[in-house]
Every structure is written in structure tokens, then in C-alpha cells.
């Protein structure tokens, strides 16, 4: 695969993930007690076997830039990299500004994909959920002859209108395509013959729509001549729709689990969905693991309690009356006595308080980074780093669907989502 570079988008401003996004990227997101969304396309790469990956940054990026150069490093043998790529000014720049969208970030970023050795770009999304062999979609993309290949997941009519829905002919090539069809008429203009998905292997169940993935393997020749012959600023959009009447697009099928972390719902099911017997989405899969950065903690200590259906990550301590149940405990989480929590995701702290952070704690009187005694949190978000009292209950009892309470807490999805940093002190509860 040293003739494939990837490229991993890294999102835009993430106004539906916040307030996960406000100080962060989406890619930056923590998932599942101890990796980030961007360790899913950089896992997916390099249990590919491609390890010539670019990051295109601009949004509050500095916690990924860490990351990623804390995680991701290679020998000096294999000529494997993850280099980021912020979004800047050039001379070249036609727009001297930020990355319009997503063919406008590939563009100003062009001269990175001009270098000799270099057949094949592979574009990604930083902040979707799923496990993905490319060498099965580049065999593909082979096999077709094709210029362009499109990963495609069937989907049925109700998830078709937020989705990038392509039309195909009998081979799998992409003759038409609508972005998020609203319409009965956009969507029997792009409907697929169920048929045609069980005739490749696959079981249709009714699906007549074949969405885009938002993953794309272009020819590499082909992709710079788009990016410096039209000012097109996304490919869903603009490039795909114009690009299908002159370059052979071809699909190629993914019938497995694949999420797009899009909103703070989806992201909180996605979560939660990873704590069951059945998952959809395995953490311990042998062939393909999810790669992230190595840390020097300790074993979690569990004091006493209950623990059911739940993860806990590393460094944690949980004392003894403690329930939790179907959730997920990040990093570092200290967890005091008869603290119940259900159907959450704590996301856990970034360090431990030492003897001088506890003591400016206890001077000001605000607790230290825990969750205090006798607390309850239910279907509910933490961020990190937040100083949660005794007593404190994060639990949406009014059923408000979206809303603020004074800045530490904001519900949305009716989901109540504790920011960075909060406070929340002895007592505290929700509305």
C-alpha cells in the first residue's frame, strides 16, 4: 500500500456536538473511556496497511495535534507518517481563508499529493465510528477500472433523507446522485433494486438505497486535475453530481456497522451501545484494534459496589456503595461512596490532583475533580475535569429536550451535558 496516501478530514466547527466541542475538534472527542473518534480512521488505515496519512485541522485542534503526536510515530525504515496539516495561508490560495468545505480543504492542501509514488487518495472523515478493510475497497476500485470509488452503506428510506444517496446502473457505477433527497420523488429517482444487493452477497432486508460513507478513493492524477480545474468547495454536493457524467464512479458496497458522530444523540448511543453483550462495534477484535496513545496509569481499584454492563477505563478508583450501571467510566475517574450512575458516559480527567491542586480546592471551596458521595447522574454526559460535589444530582427529571443551566450544564437531545472544567457544588441538581 505505498503507493495510497490518505487523507483524514477533520471536521468543521461540530455546532451539533457541542458543548463535547467547545473546547476541541470533533476527531479530538473522546470515545469509549480511553481513545478519540480520530483513532478510528488512523486504526482503520494502519490495519490496512496504509501508513502515509495527512490530517486536515482547523477547528480548535491543539488537544488532536497533541494527541496525534504523542500517538501516531513510526521508524525510520518504514516511511510511514501521520502528518497534520493545519489550515493556513498561502500564496497559492485563491480564498486566503478557511477550508470552505471539504473539496476546498483538499485543495489547499494539493501540492502535499504531488510527490512521486503516489497512485491512489483516499479521503476519510475524522469523526465516524466503524471498521473498514481498505484493501477490500482498493481491489474493488481495481476490479472496476474505475476512476473514483464511493463506499457505500444500504440504508432504508427513513435514514436515506440525511444521507448522500446514489443512484447506480447493473455493474455498480454511480449514474446519479442527490444529497439528503426530502422528496417521495428525489427518492425514487436514486432507488435501487433490492435485488441487485442480494445478487452481490448481501442481504437486502428491504434496504433500497445505497448512501455515501463519505469515504472516496480517487485516482491520484485525476483528483489534483478536479482540485485545480473547478473552485468546487465539497464533493457531495458539487464535485460527485458534475463528476458522474465524465469519469467512471464506481460503489463499493460496506454492509456492516458504521456510524457518523454527528450530534451529541448519536454520539451518546454510539457510546453506550459499546457497554452491551452484543455490540456492534468490537473494542477487542484481534485483526483490526483500535490504536490509541499509550498511557503509564495505574489498575482501576474497585472498593466495592456494583458494576454491570459497563466500561472502566485505567486509573480509576470506585468506592465501596457505588453503582454503575450500562456506562462508561473514562481515565482518572475517583468515584466516592453511594455514588449511582446509569446510562452516562463519565469521560474521566486529564491528570491527578496533587497535595497543592487539593489544597487551592479546599481554599476556595470547590471540590476536587471527582464525582462526590452519595451523587447521581443518569442518562447523562460528564466532560472532563469536572469537580462534582456530594450529594449532586445530573439527572433530567423535567424532560427538557434542549436547554442551559447556567453554563455548566447544557441539555441536548434531552440529554444533560456537563461541560469541561465545570463546578458543580454540594447539592447541585439539574433544573
Known amino acids: 500500500m505505498r503507493n495510497v496516501v490518505s487523507l483524514v478530514l ?17 476527531p479530538a472527542v473522546p ?48 516511511g510511514g507518517f501521520v502528518e497534520l496539516l493545519a489550515a493556513q495561508q498561502t500564496t497559492d490560495d485563491v480564498k486566503k481563508d478557511w477550508y470552505q468545505g471539504t473539496a476546498d480543504a483538499v485543495r489547499k492542501n494539493v501540492r502535499y499529493l504531488e510527490q512521486p509514488g503516489m497512485d491512489y487518495v483516499l479521503i476519510l472523515s475524522g469523526d465516524q465510528l466503524y471498521r473498514m478493510d481498505y484493501q477490500k475497497m482498493i ?13 457505500a452503506l444500504p440504508v432504508d428510506r427513513q435514514a436515506a433523507s440525511s444521507l448522500g444517496i446514489m443512484k447506480i446502473d447493473a455493474s455498480g457505477k454511480v449514474d446519479g446522485f442527490v444529497e439528503k433527497p426530502q422528496t417521495q420523488a428525489q427518492l425514487d429517482e436514486v432507488r435501487m433494486d433490492p435485488a441487485w444487493l442480494d445478487s452481490q452477497g448481501f442481504e437486502s432486508r428491504g434496504r433500497d438505497c445505497l448512501a455515501s460513507m463519505g469515504i472516496y478513493l480517487f485516482k491520484r492524477d485525476l483528483l489534483v486535475d478536479i482540485m485545480k480545474s473547478t473552485d468546487h468547495d465539497d464533493f457531495g454536493r458539487q464535485i460527485f453530481p458534475s463528476l458522474i457524467d465524465t469519469s467512471h464512479v464506481q460503489i463499493h458496497v460496506f454492509d456492516d456497522y458504521w456510524e457518523d458522530i454527528g450530534t451529541i444523540r448519536a454520539f451518546y448511543d454510539a457510546n453506550l451501545s459499546l457497554t452491551t453483550d452484543e455490540s456492534p462495534f468490537c473494542l477487542s477484535c484481534a485483526e483490526a484494534p483500535v490504536y490509541s496513545r499509550a498511557r503509564f496509569l ?22 465501596e456503595g457505588a453503582v454503575i450501571e450500562d456506562s462508561i467510566i473514562g481515565l482518572r475517574c475517583f468515584i466516592h461512596k453511594n455514588v449511582t450512575i446509569r446510562k452516562s458516559i463519565i469521560m474521566g480527567a486529564d491528570y491527578y490532583e496533587g497535595d497543592l491542586e487539593l489544597t487551592q480546592d479546599k481554599e476556595i471551596g470547590r471540590p476536587p475533580i471527582q464525582i462526590g458521595e452519595g451523587s447521581v447522574i443518569e442518562n447523562a454526559i460528564i466532560d472532563k475535569n469536572c469537580h462534582i460535589g456530594k450529594n449532586v444530582r445530573v439527572v433530567n427529571e423535567s424532560g427538557i429536550v434542549d436547554g442551559d443551566d447556567n453554563v455548566v450544564c447544557v441539555i441536548r437531545d434531552g440529554i444533560p451535558v456537563v461541560v469541561k472544567n465545570a463546578v458543580l457544588p454540594d447539592n447541585w441538581k439539574l433544573g
Open 298 to 319: 495505574p489498575p482501576t481499584r474497585i472498593g466495592g459496589g456494583r458494576v454491570k454492563d459497563s466500561l472502566i477505563a485505567d486509573g480509576c478508583v470506585i468506592e
Open 10 to 26: 477533520g471536521g468543521g466547527r461540530g455546532s451539533r456536538l457541542y458543548p463535547l466541542t467547545k473546547f476541541r475538534s470533533k
Open 31 to 78: 470515545l469509549a473511556g480511553k481513545y478519540r473518534l480520530i483513532d478510528i480512521p488512523l486504526s482503520n488505515c494502519l490495519n490496512s496497511g496504509i501508513n502515509r496519512i495527512y490530517v486536515l485541522t482547523q477547528f480548535m485542534s491543539v488537544s488532536l495535534h497533541r494527541h496525534i503526536r504523542q500517538t501516531y510515530r513510526f521508524d525510520n525504515f518504514s
Open 139 to 151: 481491489a474493488s476500485h481495481e476490479a472496476a477500472k474505475a476512476d473514483v470509488t464511493i463506499a
